[in-house]
């Protein structure tokens, strides 16, 4: 099943079909699960959802639910088991739910396969958005299982996750991806929430994928290609009000999540540059750092630059603990600007910085006797190598 609204037009051409004669119509509804029949409802009111649960057969449901200004989340009364997907959209301050309102919409949903909760809430609202949430601190908590749930995803205050999965268990769930919208991310309840997930309980991650801008970092943690197993999780952290504060707050966020790294032996920095570059000095390494375990570091060629010099910067006695399992670093063979093309003119362009030497950092590895090897190559011979690399271990 798929969050995405574009998949699903398929899902129209059954409905005409059936409209076509009688026989098509019972040809269809005699083998529902085979044809993978669905009732797709999307709209901003819980009216639009009534009128198809009352044209058409009980097929599994999924549903895009955008939550507009003063909605109350009517929705939530009609629900019923056949849903197998729910995206709640762009929640408003106007349409608060509390989480154990949610909770309680949430607890018959045995068949619910796809979950989306996201929220819109503007910078000057999130202290009354803190405030709502007191407001609802007394209400009676409720307990919600989820057999079915394989995917969940979460773009708001972290708070609020944490009293929503508190309330919640997900044993199948396979995707989880959360993106934080504040910086002050608290993660105890979100941890037991994925302890108590069979998958992310038992994962072995061992890829890990870094993407940076200027007001968003991202990190997605992956098993090994190939060995049929399609769990993923997602975490990004936003901060619009310094030019990549993100980073470091990504790197505590990971300081408290440390356990889900430990088997992570291959990690991918890439991402696009905005107009303005990262500024100097910014602290790569504390988000580097937290991955103890890796063996392979890959650096795309916008941020190979920048990488390279953190590295070669680390202070003599640091150089040997800092990735103590670095083997190898990969930089794309085509590096950034010469020193004739990074003139003033080029600051503020969306190109790469040249890579500089690095070999004090790997003389240094080599006498500590953790020696690193530097790699420049295209992309297929990267992947070649690094399959047969993992395949093999």
């Given at each position: 099943m798929t969050t995405d609204r574009g998949d699903t037009d398929h899902m129209w051409y059954w409905q005409d079909l059936v409209q076509v004669c009688e026989r098509w119509q019972q040809i269809i509804y005699?083998?529902?699960?085979?044809?993978?029949?669905?009732?797709?409802?999307?709209?901003?009111?819980?009216?639009?959802?009534r009128e198809i649960r009352d044209r058409w057969p009980a097929f599994p449901l999924i549903l895009y639910y955008w939550i507009g200004e003063d909605d109350t989340y009517g929705v939530q009364e009609d629900i019923n088991t056949a849903l197998i997907s729910l995206q709640l959209e762009h929640i408003p301050l106007s349409s608060y739910i509390s989480p154990q309102a949610m909770v309680q919409s949430l607890a018959g949903l045995t068949k619910l396969e796809t979950l989306g909760i996201s929220f819109f809430i503007l910078s000057h609202e999130v202290n009354d958005f803190h405030q709502k949430m007191e407001k609802h601190l007394r209400e009676a908590s409720n307990h919600a299982v989820l057999p079915a749930l394989t995917v969940f995803r979460f773009d708001g205050i972290s708070r609020y996750l944490e009293d929503l999965v508190a309330q919640i268990d997900a044993p199948r769930l396979d995707v989880l991806a959360i993106d934080y919208d504040d910086q002050g991310v608290q993660t105890r309840q979100l941890s037991q929430f994925i302890d108590r997930t069979v998958n992310f309980k038992s994962a072995q991650f061992r890829r890990a994928e870094l993407t940076c801008d200027s007001s968003e970092t991202k990190v997605e943690l992956y098993h090994v290609p190939g060995e049929g197993d399609t769990t993923c999780l997602s975490l990004s952290i936003s901060d619009f009000r310094s030019r990549y504060s993100s980073l470091s707050h990504m790197a505590n966020l990971l300081g408290r999540l440390v356990a889900f790294l430990s088997n992570v032996d291959y990690v991918f920095v890439t991402g696009l540059l905005s107009v303005e570059r990262p500024p100097e000095g910014l602290d790569w390494l504390s988000l580097l750092r937290q991955f103890s375990a890796v063996e392979v570091l890959r650096v795309r060629k916008w941020f190979a630059g920048y990488v390279a010099s953190a590295l070669e910067a680390t202070s003599e006695e640091m150089v040997p603990a800092l990735l103590p399992a670095l083997q190898?670093?990969?930089?794309?063979?085509?590096?950034?600007?010469?020193?004739?093309?990074?003139?003033?003119?080029?600051?503020?362009?969306?190109?790469?910085?040249?890579v500089v030497s690095i070999e004090r950092f790997v003389s240094l590895r080599q006498l500590s006797g953790r020696p690193v090897t530097i790699v420049k190559s295209h992309d297929d011979e990267f992947v070649a190598r690094l399959n047969a690399r993992q395949s093999g271990a």
């Open positions: 005699s083998s529902p699960q085979y044809l993978d029949l669905h009732l797709h409802c999307s709209g901003s009111t819980s009216s639009q959802f190898e670093i990969w930089l794309d063979a085509e590096g950034g600007l010469s020193a004739e093309e990074d003139t003033e003119d080029n600051q503020h362009e969306d190109k790469p910085v040249p």
